[in-house]
């Protein structure tokens, strides 16, 4: 393993999921809290809570150097008949610099296909948003020797024609991992982050070269460090252990000072 991307600043973005009533924000602002003046090793950190919480925690944290919020999802239209839908425009007003899109939980979960996750992803450039835009292979899929084929297929698919490194993050998250407690090997973490950069260097050129490259899927305290010193990887996405504010913090001095 090597270092990572040393001129690229690693984020850790917390998917809080659906989970989260008003008392989770006590876990949200022990975060800030512990954060007060910036990370002192460098890193952004971010927390993306339920809709129902972002715009109370975005106004609680608007002073905050160190914590940055952001949603979970967003439509692509920026206003209309979407009953239920919240979009990339209501995001940022509330407070939002960022937008997870195409998590496995919503291809699965809602059917969403690379194109409509890219069209999201221009949504919240439209808006003035960084997405986080994820992909990542099935057990299956991996099990099949699908894995690089897979994830080169998304990418293309999931993330818009123009991305930059300021407003676009790749997420890579094997659905097996998520949520499980299971992670690859760091040969295969590096093997497929490589790949990604790869293929991200050829289509956008310095761009691609220096856009954040996440891992998610199980981090956690105790394998946060290795995980994050594997070559490409620029961050973590954490779903399960983002909404411990210790277990997140934990996670967030993985990168050292
Ligand atoms: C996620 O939902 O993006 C995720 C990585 O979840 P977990 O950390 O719980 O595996």
Known sequence: ????????????????????????????LAVRDALAGGTDNGTDVMICPPASLLMVLAELTR?????????????????????????????KDAGASAVIVGHSERRADH????????????????????????????????????????VRRQLLGSVPDGATAADTVIAYEPVWAIGTGLTPTL????????????????????EGASM????????????ARELMAVANVDGALVGGASLKADDFLRIIQAYGA
């Open 212 to 223: 954040r490259i996440l891992y998610g899927g199980s981090v956690k305290p105790d394998n």
């Open 111 to 150: 059917g969403e296909l690379d194109r409509l996750v890219r069209d999201k992803a221009l949504a919240a450039r439209r808006a003035g948003l960084t997405a986080i835009v994820c992909i990542g292979e099935t057990a299956g899929q991996r099990a099949a020797g699908l894995t690089l084929d897979v």
């Open 187 to 206: 040969e295969d973490v590096a093997s497929v982050h490589g790949a990604i950069r790869e293929a991200l260097a050829t289509r956008f050129g310095g």
């Open 1 to 28: 393993m090597t270092d990572q991307s040393p001129a690229i600043r690693p984020l850790v973005a917390g998917n809080w999921k659906m989970n989260g009533l008003k008392a989770a924000l006590d876990e949200a």
């Open 63 to 91: 002073d905050s150097a160190g914590l940055q919020i952001g949603g979970q999802d967003c439509h692509t239209a920026a206003s209309g008949a979407h009953t239920g839908d919240v979009s990339a425009e209501m995001l």
